[in-house]
Structure formats: C-alpha cells, structure tokens
C-alpha cells in the first residue's frame, strides 16, 4: 500500500535549470496538493488540484508550474529554478473535493538550488 | 501573513507528563482544524481534527481543544512518550476552501 509517492527525493540544481517533481497516489483521492516546507514558515500551499482537470493557485505560486495528468498523477514544475527555491517539497491528496479531511502526504522532495 | 501561527518552536516534557502544544489563527473564516505529527525524513501524518461546532475533541491519548472566541487551540497529550517526540503542525481550512494554512510547527521531545 504506497499511498502517496514521489520522485526524485533528492535533487541538486543550478540556478536557471529546471526540473519537475512527480507525485502519484494509489487511494483513489480527488484532490490532490503540493506543499514547500522551510525553516520558521510551517508548510506553504503552492497549487492545488481539487478534481482531475483542475488545478488553482494556493499562497505561494510564482515560479512553478503544475499537470494534473490524470486522477493519480500531479506534477510540479520548475522551469528557471532560483535559490529561493530551495525546500523540501511535498505532495499531498486528499478523499473529497473539499479540504475538510485529512492530507495524506508523501515523504517529501529535497530540493537545493545552488 | 501567517494566519496560522504556532509560538512555540520546541516543547520538551517527561515522560509520563502531559504535553500541551498551542496554535492561534487569525482568520476567523476557517471552520476546520488539524493536527498533524511529522518524524524526520517522513511527511506529515494527521493526526486529529475538530469542527469549528465543538470545541472538544478526544482520540486516545490525544485532545484537541478549540476556543473560538479566542481563536485558539492546543493539543493534549496525555500521557506523553517517547515516540511522541516528532514535531507537531497545526493546520486550518475554510468551508470547501483547498488552501489549508499550517503553522511553523513545533517539535516535542518526550524525555525518558
């Protein structure tokens, strides 16, 4: 039972390289998230996908892209990485279209840009 | 703005104590609250949840408490242990809002 999976858990950038991160969930969820974690901020909303088809901007977008490619696959792109970008990254998903219940998420994606 | 705001970076208790981690918000739109626990090298995991309509809410060991008026809410654990010691973030949504908001987290060290 995997749950929410993704890849690469590591990655290592130059500044203006780009990269995407690849989430995949098995538990049949609707929504699906994708979340950066850094020191003191918690963790921050980048985009979301309420349903397959459907994606929308949460509180920090700029600088990424997102696919919901089909129900189970949710993308994240970076196409000009910058340091700033450096986090660790995590997607989520989540049963139903709305966010009353619980995230569950994959183990996370280290992501330094030099 | 953090909306969502933990105080507190890190709690240390003894075994066998209780913990008690607090969270405020400041958005008094957000109707549903979470908490999850999260280990090294792994992702968050939930871990309880209350509804804006109560203002308690008991799992096990675990107890969240909601204070609208204040709008805060913490987290019991009782009795603590050791593999509790992980760090807790505390998370809100509003109504079919996707963009739930966390706080920074804070890290529980039960000792022996």
């Known amino acids: 039972n995997a749950g929410v999976t993704q890849t690469p858990k590591f990655q290592v950038l130059k500044t203006g390289q780009s990269m995407t991160l690849q989430c995949a969930q098995d538990?049949?969820?609707?929504?699906m998230y994708w979340y950066r974690q850094d020191p003191g901020m918690g963790l921050r909303l980048i985009y979301y996908?309420?349903?397959?088809?459907?994606?929308d901007k949460g509180e920090v977008p700029n600088g990424y892209n997102v696919s919901r490619l089909n129900k189970r696959e949710f993308s994240l792109r970076l196409e000009s990485a910058a340091p700033s970008q450096t986090s660790v990254y995590f997607c989520a998903s989540s049963r139903g279209h709305s966010n009353t219940g619980e995230l569950f998420f994959g183990e996370g994606s280290r992501l330094t840009v030099l | 703005d953090q909306q969502v705001k933990q105080n507190s970076p890190s709690l240390s208790v003894q075994e066998g104590r209780i913990s008690i981690l607090n969270c405020d918000y400041t958005?008094?739109?957000?109707?549903?609250f979470l908490w999850y626990k999260k280990y090294p090298a792994e992702g968050p995991t939930f871990l309880i949840s209350i509804s804006s309509i109560k203002d308690k809410n008991e799992d096990g060991r675990f107890t969240v408490f909601l204070n609208k008026s204040a709008k805060h809410l913490s987290l019991h654990i009782v009795p603590s242990q050791p593999g509790d010691s992980a760090v807790y973030f505390c998370?809100?949504?509003?109504?079919?809002?996707?963009?739930?908001?966390f706080g920074a987290g804070t890290r529980l060290t039960v000792k022996p």
């Open positions: 538990m049949n969820h609707n929504s």
């Open positions: 998370a809100a949504s509003a109504g079919n809002n996707n963009d739930m908001r």
């Open positions: 996908s309420a349903s397959e088809g459907t994606t």
């Open positions: 958005n008094s739109m957000f109707d549903y």
